[in-house]
Each structure stands twice: as structure tokens, then as C-alpha cells.
Nanobody, 117 residues
Framework: QVQLVESGGGLVQVGGSLRLSCAASGSFFIFKTMAWYRQAPGKQRELVAAVTTGGSTNYADSVKGRFTISRDNAKNTVYLQMNNLKPDDTAVYYC???????????WGQGTQVTVSS
């Protein structure tokens, strides 16, 4: 059974940091490029960062230099270290594969990140 459990969100002030975690079921995680997405109120879900099984990464322009994605293949877990947070980073954050469909694929419950100014 596919399972994605995101955690680590919270309320933080501008300039603060948070570290998100996503625990995935092994069969879902293995051999897949994993990604973090976010969805702000009234906006579409957007891909924020992705990491391949080998550790190669890419980022949305809006988070480059501030966010770092990583993965622990032994623990089937993906992380997102977020530094220098801005109010525009406020959103629900989700993890999934880099090709996941919002409409057709399974998603976890997400974790809320709120950045106050």
C-alpha cells in the first residue's frame, strides 16, 4: 500500500528555518525521483525541488539558494531544509514522485508551513 507521510511544518518568522520530512513506503520510494511540492491558497500545486535516486537535485527559481532537498534511501525518507523563509513560502507542502498527477495520483496529507512577517 502506498503511503506518504509529511511532517515538520509549523509557524515561523521571516528569515527562519524549517526542516520537512517525508516518509514513504519502500515500494513507492525505490528507484524514483522524489520531489517536494507546495500549494498556497487559491494557487496551483507547484514543484519546489526534486532529487534523483543518485542524489542529483534541481529547484524552482523561487527557492534556489534557500532550500535543500535530500534523501535517505535506507530510511525511505526525503527531506527539505528551508532557510531564509519568506511570506511567499507559506503553503501546504507535499512530497511525491517528480511526475505525480494532482488529479490521478495518491497524495499524503501534506504539512502546513506558515511564514509570518
Amino acid at each position: 500500500q502506498v503511503q506518504l507521510v509529511e511532517s515538520g511544518g509549523g509557524l515561523v518568522q521571516v528569515g527562519g528555518s524549517l526542516r520537512l520530512s517525508c516518509a514513504a513506503s519502500g515500494s513507492f520510494f525505490i528507484f524514483k525521483t522524489m520531489a517536494w511540492y507546495r500549494q498556497a491558497p487559491g494557487k496551483q500545486r507547484e514543484l519546489v525541488a526534486a532529487v534523483t535516486t543518485g542524489g542529483s537535485t534541481n529547484y524552482a527559481d523561487s527557492v534556489k539558494g534557500r532550500f535543500t532537498i535530500s534523501r535517505d534511501n535506507a530510511k525511505n525518507t526525503v527531506y527539505l531544509q528551508m532557510n531564509n523563509l519568506k511570506p511567499d513560502d507559506t503553503a501546504v507542502y507535499y512530497c511525491n514522485t517528480d511526475t505525480a498527477s494532482v488529479k490521478y495520483d495518491y497524495w499524503g496529507q501534506g504539512t502546513q508551513v506558515t511564514v509570518s512577517s
